[in-house]
Structures are given as C-alpha cells and as structure tokens.
C-alpha cells in the first residue's frame, strides 16, 4: 500500500479497480485544518485526466502493472500485432489503446507493453526512433543562416518540423516523447 506522503509524478496506483498515473501533484498544508494532496490523475485504460484530492494519512493502492519487452511484427486494419521475444506468443493492441505512438511504430521495433492484470493497455516506444523523410519540399542550398523550419511527412504518416537542408529519402532521428526532430542518421 502506498501512502499520500508516496505520492509523485509517473506513480501508478488503482481506483475502483482502474488504473491511474499521477500526472501532477501538489502537497498542501493550509494554516487551518489537515493536510491533503492535490493531484491530477489520467486513467490509463481510456486516457481521461481527473482531478482528485488525497487527505494525509490515506492508503493508496498500487496498480497491478507489468512491463514488458515486445517486438512490433504489423499492424493488421486497426490492431497492432506484437511479439513476445522469449515465449513467441503474439499479442494484438487496438488503434485506441496504441493513440499517437503508432507513429514510432516500425516493423522489428522494440517496445514496452503495458499490461495491467493480464491484458495489454498500452505501448512505450523507445525513446528514439529512426524514420524516413516520406515527402517534404525540396531544400534550398545556402539558406542556413535562420533557425527555419518547414514540415515533412515521415514514412508512418507523422509530420514533424525540420530544417530546409531536409531532403526526401533522409532518415531522421525523431524524440518520441516530443515529436521533435533531433538529428539526421549518417548511413
């Protein structure tokens, strides 16, 4: 069990049989009356954001979660089919369930599937993942004197912002947890 004094960002605890992810958190101890903790929490199953208020003293109970590693095998109309690296067993996650990091999702990609009692709720990508340039506008040669940007499509639909030197057919490193470009991959 873990206690109001536990609490901090990224901690995974169960409500009415729901898990949450703390969000953010606040510690307040007004000049009257008990302490108690703010705090926003984002239902893991459905990705909902509530608002909830914790009195010092209270129990907390931990969600029972497990990561595991997977590999991404293909996507199959709106499930995304992994692989299991040690036991071969195949598990599907829906479009809802995977949301934005179907853009990082490149076949043989390893990730982490989040599984709470037995059943698959999400996916971690790894923090970088390296992506080709599908279409953007054509560079311009000498133009690097301002920090400009213009948008480019990558091969899994993504668009991301990158500088004019970009050309189609490069591949990028891209921040998963930002969308960001980082860097061009030397081949």
Do not use: W
């Not at 990224?10 to 000049?31: N, T, Y």
């Not at 369930?97 to 990609?109: A, M, P, R, W």
């Amino acid at each position: 069990m873990y206690e109001t004094s536990d609490i901090k960002k990224g901690l995974k605890i169960q409500m009415d049989g729901v898990p949450f992810a703390v969000v953010e958190f606040q510690f307040v101890k007004p000049g009257k009356g008990g302490a108690f903790t703010r705090t926003k929490l984002r239902n893991m199953m459905t990705g909902a954001v509530i608002e909830r208020t914790f009195r010092s003293g209270e129990k907390l109970t931990p969600a029972d979660m497990e990561e595991r590693q997977m590999q991404y095998l293909y996507q199959e109309g709106d499930m995304f089919v992994f692989m299991d690296t040690s036991t071969y067993d195949q598990t599907q996650l829906t479009d809802e369930l995977i949301g934005d990091n179907k853009y990082y999702l490149i076949d043989g990609t390893m990730v982490d599937v989040l599984f709470f009692n037995e059943k698959p709720i999400g996916v971690t990508p790894p923090n970088f993942a390296e992506l080709e340039v599908a279409e953007t506008e054509p560079g311009f040669k000498g133009d690097t004197s301002s920090n400009t940007f213009k948008p480019a499509k990558m091969q899994t639909g993504l668009e991301v912002q990158v500088p004019l030197f970009i050309e189609q057919g490069e591949v990028l490193k891209i921040d998963t947890r930002t969308g960001a470009y980082v860097e061009r991959v030397k081949k």
